[in-house]
């Protein structure tokens, strides 16, 4: 049975908080999975660690971690202090993640978010492969840590690496390591890809998660994502991976500004009511 995660940040207006309080929250709304950010818990302490793995053992949720690296730790940067930082920082992340038993870091752990090319360069060709050269040394420490990194194909106004899942496909398999992996991500899908079944099956085996959300991000069921058409395409895959709410519906703070909410989407939203609903469809209709 497919696991369905949710994301953290759906409830919260700034990146760093404390994620304890929502393994037991996204427990009791139907979720098996929660998606925490991976910046923050690689500068947590190990006692804290410790404490938060214990926690989603006791509740039988697991746990995945997101990331959009900031410009100062841009892995794909070609100045060599800021991609050596980056790596140093995921490094960093990807021990911390191996120390509670490993997992999967998502996002743009290949470049930084949100990001454009630099004003004076027309060729993404060199960030390109400062990116892959600075991939080729993390996975090592990603297959030394039971560690998956997923590149996230993420769209042309928040990111210009990696936009549709050819762009991807091309990456990992260059990388050929099983710790570099493909998410999507329905949002990013509905602007970029011709179809976004065919994108599923096109990353076939090399697709380790799904991020959902409608085409306005609000949550999954209350807007018009084929959703049949993306079940049809994970079952032909054969598709086992978790599938990761990411909705964001209202403005405010730093989560606000990076994902570019500048209104409310849904007044006076009652958080708990929509994400309990929103598992409840996705569950009956992607993984029952
Ligand atoms: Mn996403």
Request: glycine share 10%; with cysteine; net charge negative.
């Amino acid at each position: 049975m497919r696991k369905i995660g949710m994301y953290y940040a759906f409830w919260t207006r700034e990146w760093d908080v404390d994620f304890f309080p929502y393994i037991e929250k996204v427990r009791n709304l139907g979720f098996d999975q929660l998606e925490i950010n991976g910046g923050t818990f690689a500068l947590m302490s190990p006692h804290e660690r410790k404490r938060l793995e214990d926690e989603a053992k006791r509740r039988g949720i697991a746990i995945s971690y997101g990331i959009g690296l900031t410009a100062d730790h841009d892995v794909s940067s070609l100045d060599e202090e800021v991609r050596r930082n980056g790596i140093r920082f995921m490094r960093d992340m990807i021990e911390a993640v191996g120390a509670s038993g490993g997992g999967m870091i998502g996002g743009t752990v290949h470049s930084a978010w949100p990001s454009t090319l630099p004003k004076n360069a027309a060729d993404k060709r060199p960030y390109l492969d400062q990116s892959k050269k600075s991939m080729r040394e993390m996975v090592k420490i990603a297959e030394d840590n039971s560690v998956i990194l997923n590149v996230e194909v993420i769209n042309r106004f928040e990111q210009y690496l990696l936009n549709t899942c050819d762009e991807a496909l091309s990456y990992v398999e260059d990388i050929g390591s099983s710790s570099c992996r493909i998410l999507l991500d329905t949002f990013h899908m509905n602007i970029e890809e011709d179809s976004i079944g065919g994108a599923i099956r096109k990353a076939g085996k090399h697709l380790a998660a799904l991020h959902l959300g409608e085409t306005n991000r609000k949550p999954p069921g209350l807007g018009r994502m084929p959703w049949q058409e993306i079940r049809d395409a994970l079952d032909a895959i054969g598709f086992d991976g978790p599938l990761v709410m990411e909705p964001f519906i209202a403005k405010g703070g730093r989560v606000g500004r990076d994902v570019a909410v500048w209104r409310d989407l849904i007044p006076n939203p009652d958080y708990d009511g929509l994400a309990r609903d929103a598992a409840a469809f996705v569950r009956k209709i992607l993984c029952e």
